[in-house]
């Protein structure tokens, strides 16, 4: 069973669009990461929530997490070609353990010119 | 500013061969991590060293073994080879153990004939 659910799966989409893409889960987390990884590279931190409720923005990148800390979502606006890759949400497994952090399969996102 | 650097990039091995892949991070971080990384399964752990001299098992630990040979450096030994090793092997570390941000490594792309 896959602690963090990620959809959708895939997602292309035209440079210019709105998009939102989810991370969802059945636990409570105490905060929950979303990394970037492009092809040939290590995923790399975009940003951490940490409280229920909570938005954060980067530039045109949206993340908000759910207020019963469940879920989370990245919204992107007008999305550009440098946006393209695989988006991954993480976090800390809920009640604690020494597994360090489990991720959700990601969505792989593609922005054509 | 080199981060968490990988070796080898990429490695072709026979079934049976046996292997070492190295990881070195020059953050003063504390604890370092091994994941693989599979189409359709995400990001899951092997192995992980949460402080100098101390390692333990994650998601996915057997057929691999790991050595924290200093602050700086963790390896990941394949002692057998098999098919089902094929992966992208990424090595992250973090300041300390649950601290949140891990940084990757380029990772290591590894095909088991």
């Known amino acids: 069973t896959q602690l963090l659910e990620q959809s959708p799966q895939f997602l292309s989409i035209q440079e210019g669009e709105n998009l939102t893409v989810y991370c969802n889960s059945s636990?409570?987390?105490?905060?929950l990461q979303w990394y970037r990884q492009e092809p040939g590279e290590g995923p790399v931190l975009l940003v951490t929530?940490?409280?229920?409720?909570e938005v954060k923005k980067l530039k045109r990148l949206t993340f908000q997490f759910g207020d019963a800390r469940k879920d989370s979502s990245l919204h992107i606006t007008a999305a550009q070609p440098g946006d393209t890759g695989l988006y991954l949400c993480a976090g800390p497994p809920p009640g604690g353990g020494a597994d360090g952090l489990t991720f959700g399969k990601g969505t792989h996102l593609i922005i054509q010119p | 500013n080199a981060g968490v650097t990988q070796t080898p990039k990429f490695q072709v091995l026979k079934t049976g061969q046996s292997m070492t892949l190295q990881c070195a991070q020059d953050m003063n971080h504390n604890s370092m991590y091994w994941y693989r990384q599979d189409p359709g399964m995400g990001l899951r752990l092997i192995y992980y060293s949460a402080s100098e001299g101390t390692t333990d098992k994650g998601e996915v630990p057997n057929g691999y073994n790991v050595s924290r040979l200093n602050k700086r450096e963790f390896s990941l030994r394949l002692e057998s080879a098999a098919p089902s090793q094929t992966s992208v092997y990424f090595c992250?570390?973090?300041?300390?153990w649950g601290s949140g941000e891990l940084f990757f490594g380029e990772g290591s792309r590894l095909t088991v004939l």
């Open positions: 929530v940490v409280t229920g409720g």
């Open positions: 992250a570390s973090s300041e300390d």
């Open positions: 636990s409570v987390f105490s905060s």
